[in-house]
T-cell receptor, first 114, second 109 residues
């Protein structure tokens, strides 16, 4: 069964450094998402991406964050200058058809900012 | 505002006992409701969605628009049901799915 894959599974970075989290969505999916889960807290929506542009973003997704689909298969989340509070599990997800349908999640990338 | 509320952070039941995980939502439009489950060391995965009206692993959930609820139920809990359960709201016309805070179900032997 096709799966959403994410790399790296775990990254430790120093505060202020740039981080890129990578995702390969399921190949025929059209909608892509990043979610975040801080340890012990709930899964939070960050951003959705469709037709090569951001569809919706949350208040968490400030200017430090950006997303890109550089080559038609990868979907990346960049954090420009990491802060301690960016430490979290970041989940990539994809969806075949429109909102309201099943979302398929990757296993997550655990980011630790020190 | 769109919101999903799961009032219980932890639910502990004995094996064979009935279980109900509560979920209430707030949304002015026509909601799409889901239950996602996360077993230990595994990814979030869909358990069931209201529109399909099916039973997965013995779990069912009925959308009650009057009470704005979508509680998850199973008549006889099994140890392998121990996991984190998230209720989620998909908004038609929007581009995000909103998750509740989650309920950790612990089924004791």
């Amino acid at each position: 069964e096709p799966e959403v894959t994410q790399t790296p599974s775990h990254q430790v970075t120093q505060m202020g450094q740039e981080v890129i989290l990578r995702c390969v969505p399921i190949s025929n999916h059209l909608y892509f998402y990043w979610y975040r889960q801080i340890l012990g807290q709930k899964v939070e929506f960050l951003v959705s991406f469709y037709n090569n542009e951001i569809s919706e973003k949350s208040e968490i997704f400030d200017d430090q964050f950006s997303v890109e689909r550089p080559d038609g298969s990868n979907f990346t989340l960049k954090i420009r200058s990491t802060k301690l509070e960016d430490s979290a599990m970041y989940f990539c997800a994809s969806q075949e058809s429109g909102p309201g349908n099943t979302i398929y999640f990757g296993e997550g990338s655990w980011l630790t900012v020190v | 505002a769109q919101r999903v509320t799961q009032p219980e952070k932890l639910l502990s039941v004995f094996k064979g006992a009935p279980v109900e995980l509560k979920c209430n939502y707030s949304y002015s439009g026509s909601p799409e409701l889901f239950w996602y489950v996360q077993y230990s060391r595994q990814r979030l995965q869909l358990l069931l969605r209201h529109i399909s009206r099916e039973s997965i692993k013995g779990f069912t959930a009925d959308l009650n628009k009057g009470e704005t609820s979508f509680h998850l139920k199973k008549p006889f809990a099994q140890e392998e049901d121990s996991a984190m359960y998230y209720c989620a709201l998909g908004t038609t016309g929007g581009f995000k799915t909103i998750f509740g805070a989650g309920t950790r179900l612990f089924v004791k032997a």
